[in-house]
């Protein structure tokens, strides 16, 4: 099932040459793709089945730290399970930057945190509304560049920040977004007028919740805040307690 592929995942330009690899005996297309948003023009890695689709879709939403090699794998692992997998830059806006993790958490960086191009502030700027339009905009490339891709049956997965806006992108789309997860999601619960949980009402997708009890921006109040919305609306859910993540 999705949840258990994406269970399996946390324990674990145009005119680029496609790429054939090889994983598990079976074979995968990759390329990138580029789409055109309100905001200009986002970058899309693409993992695409080699057997004969069209195959579901799974939009990868990346952490503060953009896109990298393995979440790339992770991207691979879910596309060798037939899904047609995409990878968004959802910092296009900024340039595209990505980062290694383990250079942030050793203060390696480089970076000010007060520069725009800081980790955090990316995840701060990169607002939920963006991710809706973006992911809008991608689907309808997919609909109609990528005859491979089955854009009415769709799937949502993110990392950190990604959690909730592969949230935010099913809320979005509910009748063609069919399952969704979070990994280690963050800031779920806010304050604020679009804080993700009230999204809740809109789902229709089955939902999956891997909830980090390190992390300081998903504490226990925001989980009970998630098991009486996810049982009020009657959505379908697994959520595992991850114990030890951030």
């Known amino acids: 099932t999705f949840a258990n592929n994406v269970t399996g995942i946390y324990w674990c330009h145009r005119d680029i040459h496609l790429l054939t690899v090889t994983l598990e005996n079976n074979t995968m297309i990759e390329k990138i793709i580029e789409v055109t948003t309100l905001d200009g023009t986002m970058p899309v890695h693409v993992f695409q089945p080699k057997t004969k689709g069209p195959h579901p879709i799974v939009i990868f939403y990346f952490d503060v730290f953009g896109i990298r090699n393995e979440l790339k ?69 997919l609909a109609k560049e990528e005859p491979e891709a089955n854009a009415n049956k769709i799937g949502t997965i993110g990392t950190c920040m990604g959690g909730r806006h592969a949230l935010f992108a099913a809320a979005a789309h509910p009748d063609h977004v069919l399952a969704f997860a979070s990994i280690h999601g963050g800031k779920l619960v806010t304050d604020t ?54």
């Not at 047609?84 to 000010?112: D, I, K, Q």
């Not at 725009?116 to 963006?130: C, E, H, I, K, R």
């Not at 996810?230 to 951030?246: Q, T, V």
């Open 73 to 141: 794998d992770m991207c691979r692992r879910l596309c060798n399970k037939g899904y047609y997998t995409v990878l968004p830059s959802l910092f296009y806006r900024m340039g595209n930057p990505s980062y290694a993790p383990e250079e942030f958490f050793s203060g390696n960086l480089g970076l000010e945190e007060t520069d725009p191009l800081y980790p955090m502030n990316l995840n701060l700027s990169t607002t939920n509304a963006m991710v809706v339009m973006d992911t809008g905009a991608l689907l309808q490339h």
């Open 193 to 246: 007028p679009d804080s993700p949980h009230l999204t809740l009402s809109k789902l229709k997708a089955e939902a999956y919740f891997g909830w980090a009890d390190q992390d300081a921006n998903a504490i226990e109040e925001h989980l009970e805040i998630y098991k009486t919305e996810l049982a009020r609306h009657n959505i379908s859910h697994r959520i595992d307690f991850m114990e030890g993540a951030l």
